[in-house]
């Protein structure tokens, strides 16, 4: 999932030519006005059609049109940068999952942004971060997203703080009334990576350095991290089933009533929350020895460097990422603001109660890798968990561990 504007100085685009990372901070002005294409995954609440009729209405000469992509951030990839290869100017204003910018900066896909332009200074600090690289703004953020625990206030009297606990409730719940105990996101794809950064994170490791240059996976930590869900699904509460499981897959199972606990983001409280009314409950991440530790994530809104009506596409970022709107993004789409003072209303504390947990979450959570090269690090990860996850095998944890931080260490030093 998952799921989330400038005045660019923008590139100097002669026809086909973008700007490179190291190049894009060109001096021209932003041009272009007339229609455009909003480009980002799939919308499962349909918040945002209403938000786009409401600019529609007072720009019809720049009109916008929704163009939904996969519901899958890899899947979105895919397809972005399909588009952005061939130098098509279909797309105007792209959602990125906050862990593209640099890709995208390097690649010279995106334009950069004047960063005056943008009340970065109310927006939560560790978000605006996610926007950032080599010192330039390259897209504006949209939503926040730190994954949270939810479980049933029916069956769990106190939520756990740590795996321990965790694994002591799921366990009696599982014998109990024979669902599933705990799940996340266990297929293989980004959404594992996700779900193995933050065990290794709460296990009080890492497994990739902030600036994405070196490999700081520790084996024994990360086999921690790994035996943590291995256990589960040997001991049962952990289901067989969320080996297939997305951000939909497990939402649509806890609130169905098949699962006590799930990992998820914050976009599943609304759903679950019309489908459960008071047995819904959400807390931190547990970890191993106390609260967790969750990967920062959500969507950021950057400009194509082949779009031909970038100005346009500026203002409509500018409009989208307003307060307004942003309160607009949690009420009706339940997806996180990216806007701090939003966290602290009280209004929206009582409609969303998790408001201070997730603000707490977010400010604590890790960002992916700042590196061009994220992709191929997550399909290394991803892929080794899965095939860990899915064929028990003799090789320890702690052997798993070690394998993946070669190949790691083998992409960093190749790029």
């Not at 600019?55 to 990839?77: C, F, I, M, S």
């Amino acid at each position: 999932m998952l799921r989330s504007l400038p005045v660019l100085l923008a590139v100097a685009l002669a026809a086909g030519c973008a700007a490179t990372g190291d190049e894009g901070g060109g001096e021209t002005g932003t041009g272009g006005t007339g229609p455009i294409t909003f480009a980002t995954g799939r919308d499962t609440t349909a918040y945002l059609q209403p938000l786009l009729d409401r600019w529609n209405q007072a720009h019809p000469a720049e009109k916008v049109t929704l163009l939904e992509l996969p519901e899958a951030a890899d899947e979105q990839r895919a397809q972005i940068g399909a588009n952005l290869q061939a130098r098509s100017s279909r797309y105007d204003v792209l959602g990125l999952d906050v862990v593209w910018t640099a890709e995208f900066a390097e690649n010279g896909w995106i334009i950069p942004l004047e960063r005056g332009l943008f009340p970065l200074d109310r927006f939560l600090p560790p978000v605006v971060e996610t926007a950032i690289y080599k010192n330039k703004l390259w897209a504006v953020p949209y939503t926040s997203n730190a994954g949270l625990l939810y479980y049933r206030t029916d069956l769990v009297r106190k939520p756990p703080r740590t795996w321990a606990e965790l694994r002591h409730q799921s366990r009696q719940i599982t014998k109990k009334h024979n669902i599933g105990g705990y799940a996340g996101q266990f297929l293989a794809y980004e959404g594992l990576t996700v779900n193995f950064s933050e065990a290794v994170q709460s296990a009080g490791g890492q497994i990739v350095s902030q600036d994405g240059t070196e490999v700081t996976l520790d084996p024994v930590k990360g086999g921690t991290a790994l035996d943590f869900l291995l256990q589960g699904l040997r001991e049962g509460w952990i289901p067989k089933e969320s080996l297939s499981y997305k951000e939909e897959e497990s939402r649509l199972a806890f609130q169905e009533g098949r699962l006590a606990f799930a990992r998820n983001w914050p976009h599943a409280y609304g759903p679950a929350k019309a489908e459960l009314g008071r047995k819904l409950g959400v807390t931190r991440l547990p970890g191993l020895n106390g609260p967790g530790s969750s990967t920062l994530g959500g969507a950021n809104l950057a400009i194509s460097a082949y779009s031909k009506h970038q100005h346009t596409a500026q203002e409509f970022i500018r409009y989208f990422t307003s307060l307004e709107n942003e309160r607009r993004v949690l009420t009706e789409g339940s997806f996180p603001p990216v806007w701090t003072e939003l966290y602290d209303d009280p209004e929206l504390i009582k409609r969303f109660p998790y408001l201070p947990v997730l603000k707490e979450s977010i400010l604590a959570a890790r960002a992916r890798p700042v590196s061009a090269n994220y992709n191929q690090l997550s399909l290394v990860i991803a892929s080794s968990v899965a095939k860990a996850l899915g064929n028990p095998s003799p090789e320890s944890a702690d052997d798993v561990a070690a394998s993946m931080k070669s190949e790691l260490e083998e992409i960093i030093r190749t790029q």
